[in-house]
């Protein structure tokens, strides 16, 4: 491997997906209490909007990591 | 620019906020309430119903055609009331949410990640082909809907952060459009709703078929023509024939869009934004009309146009995701579970894109149209039989659903597969390129 090769970010992956798993895994142990409020419409509203918000963030940065760590990055000279 | 993007974010929320029924995709129903049946009354057709918001359990009347057996106690359900009869009658009970089984699981996650993975390469699809999937799973139309919203912003969103990273969004672009979309959208949806109710619902379904095939015939054949066309020269086609005409109308306020490498008219941009929010609320893909509004109009490149309707879709999507989930329509399971698979594919998609020239985006959106038009337009008999202006023989009728449904699969798979093998071919190259500079570089 080269030595300029970046340091792939196996720690925060492994974070990121316990995270990740965790939610998934506390929202569908408890997904009758969860679709009561959710669907209750008015200010419940939130809880869908903000609950995808956040599953797009941890999972989403869970998701980008393993992209890095299998070496799939975007092409050199692209942004940053 | 930073004072411009200020301004902008705050004339589009503002918009949002004077426009109460803006959303993508229809409006959310109004006529129902979502709750359950705790008790059936069989002699009197009578059912105890407590409603979700208010938890309190009263007393409804079963119309004539419910029968007893269809109230499933305790499953949460979209109850559609009438007043007739002086008092409320439950006249249709939907139950909301599917039951998931592990095969429901496995096909609601590979449509989630070809759905993905052609968002984050083509800047929008995914919804032509998750909606209908949802619904063949067993969820009600509307919350198919709400929840394919519900997940498109999310993913919109981290597709534009990825595609912002690597230098492709224009933000400013991608406002003016938004906003404009917002205006689209009320005016589509008023024409839906005038069509709804003059020929009613297979009317409306014609139409917005019509409208569907032929805009995606028309747009996806010149963008196909385009993508072959450039694909053959060595260098892309700098600025299209219309977009270099429409620049040079210059009725103030003229926009510089910097990303993009464009200065326009906002009179141009206007048309574009409001045509994708038209099409949005006619037939649920914005996108394919924003897409090449962007490159054939306004002068982008498709790489900046693909990039930047995902900026679109997330702020049209976030609004269209409020409504809905206040309507309480939205099934948070199927989001999630979709999610799990799109974020890999929309960022998977988004890093494709750094593989390829433009050419190739425009194949693939080229392709995907005409394919979904061909799935769209197979159902216009299906209609037209409804309506009576033909009949069908039912056997037909039968097979020709399953064609458009199996096209709109077979469109997620042929994009799939041109992607993959573009981005495996460019990232092949891109690795023996960056061997042989190293080795050169010893030399």
Known sequence: ?????????????LALGGLSLASYYFLFTHVNQVMEYFVKGG?????????????????????????????????????? | MKKWIVVLFTAVFMLMMFAPAAFAES???????????????????????????TNEPATVKLDEAIKAEDVKLDDKAMVSFSDSNGSETV?????????LTRDKLIALLIVGLVGGLLSGFIGSGGAFVLTPAMMSLGAPGAVAVASNMCH??????????????????????????????????????????????????AGSDLYVSFVFVIILVVVGGIIFKDAVTTAKGKTEVKTPKLAARLQKIKIPP??????????????????????TGLLAATIAVGGFVGVPGMIYMIGATAM???????????????????QWALAGLVDIRLVLIILAASLFGVQLGALGTTYVRDHTIKLVMGTVMLIVAVSRGVKVPVYL?????????????????????????AALLVAGGIISAAMVKGIVRSRIEEKEAAVAGRA
């Open chain 2, 385 to 409: 039989a409804h309506l009576n202006i033909i009949s069908l023989d039912k056997n037909l009728a039968n097979l020709l659903d399953s064609i458009s449904f199996w096209a709109l699969i």
């Open chain 2, 91 to 99: 006249t249709e009970i939907t139950v909301m949410f599917l039951g």
């Open chain 2, 304 to 322: 900046v146009a693909s990039a930047t309707e995902l900026l679109v879709a997330f702020v049209m999507g976030m609004w269209g995701s409020i």
């Open chain 2, 254 to 275: 003229m926009i510089h869009f910097k990303k993009a490498d464009v200065v326009i008219s906002a009179w141009v941009t206007m048309p574009v934004g409001f045509a």
């Open chain 2, 152 to 201: 498109k912003f999310p993913k919109a969103m981290v597709g534009s952060y990825k595609r912002f990273r690597y230098g492709q969004v224009d933000v400013k672009l991608g406002l003016v459009v938004a906003g404009s979309a917002i205006a689209g959208v009320q005016v589509g949806f008023q024409i839906q709703k005038w069509i709804l109710n003059t020929w009613g619902s």
């Open chain 1, 1 to 13: 491997m080269s030595k300029t090769a970046k340091k792939k970010p196996y720690l925060q992956t």
């Open chain 2, 27 to 53: 409006a959310p129903p109004d006529n129902f309430k979502i709750g359950s049946f705790t008790q059936v009354n069989e002699a009197s057709h009578t059912a105890t119903f407590v409603p979700s918001d």
């Open chain 1, 43 to 80: 200010i419940y509203a939130a809880l869908p909007i903000a609950t995808a918000l956040y599953f797009s963030i941890v999972h989403g940065s869970f998701a980008s990591n393993v992209l890095s760590i299998l070496g799939l990055q975007a092409a050199k000279g692209t942004g940053h």
